[in-house]
Nanobody, 129 residues
């Protein structure tokens, strides 16, 4: 069974940076599309970014994080990262990583959380001065 553990969250001032990690165990993440989702209090969960399997490695970002966030894989560490920069208070949320295997292209799959069958427990990101 694939297990995912997120880390790297914390409290950061506006304009700051954080790097979230999603470490997998049980199976290789090479075969999975991996996504980062977030949920703020009182708001619906939203997809933040996704990355497809190798060798394609296509990435998807929601408009509000384009140019500020970067998703990447380290297959030797079986980990997917979300590098977050120029953080804003509206980025405050619990961030979850998720993994799934489908034939759906990542551009669509990223916005369909039902396709992601493994989820981590989440890591809190708070952007505040």
């Amino acid at each position: 069974q694939l297990q995912l553990v997120e880390s790297g969250g914390g409290l950061v001032q506006p304009g700051g940076s954080l790097r979230l990690s999603c470490e997998a165990s049980g199976y290789s993440l090479d075969y999975y599309t991996v996504g980062w989702y977030r949920q703020a209090p009182g708001k619906e969960q939203e997809a933040v970014s996704c990355i497809s399997t190798r060798p394609d490695g296509s990435t998807v970002y929601i408009d509000s994080v384009k140019g500020r966030f970067t998703i990447s894989r380290d297959n030797t560490e079986n980990t997917v990262y979300l590098q977050m920069g120029v953080l804003k208070p509206e980025d405050t949320a619990t961030y979850y990583c998720a993994a799934g295997i489908t034939d759906v292209v990542v551009q669509h799959m990223c916005h369909m959380p039902a396709f992601f069958t493994s989820w981590g427990q989440g890591t809190q990101v708070t952007v505040s001065s």
